[in-house]
């Protein structure tokens, strides 16, 4: 007699790594009481893993120390020093990027358009 045993397994789902081209763009950074813009681009830094950031002194008051660089990442966006260091990882959520700091600040990132951001 021939029996058949199906082991039961789970294929890991993975998520897609999205290109830069396809985040790059105007955003807005908000906490809940100021708004900053940023600009995500498809310009690599010399670090290598990390693409150029544009943003003011907006910015780097929001994040509480400058932001260079981000990197797309199979579920979110992390923003990043000049050196590829990780400030802040932002979820995809709905419609909106939410970042949850270790200072119990909430962080919210849209998208609002594909226009530069004048630095």
């Known amino acids: 007699m021939f029996s058949l045993f199906l082991i039961g397994g789970c ?3 993975s998520l897609r790594l999205p290109e ?9 950074l908000s906490d809940g ?3 900053c813009s940023i600009e995500l681009t498809d310009t690599r830094l010399p670090e290598g893993s990390i693409w150029a950031l544009k ?5 780097t008051e929001l994040m509480r120390n400058p ?6 990442t199979p579920d979110g966006i992390t923003l990043t020093d000049d050196d ?3 400030l802040a990882f932002f979820g995809h959520e709905s419609e909106q990027w939410v970042a949850y700091l270790v200072d119990g600040r909430e962080l919210v990132m849209t998208f609002s358009g594909t ?3 004048t630095k």
């Open 67 to 72: 932001v260079k660089g981000w990197r797309p």
């Open 20 to 28: 830069p081209a396809e985040l790059k763009g105007l955003w807005q």
């Open 115 to 117: 226009h530069s951001v």
């Open 84 to 86: 590829g260091n990780s």
């Open 11 to 13: 294929m890991a789902s």
């Open 55 to 59: 943003g003011d002194s907006c910015l």
């Open 33 to 35: 009481n100021q708004v």
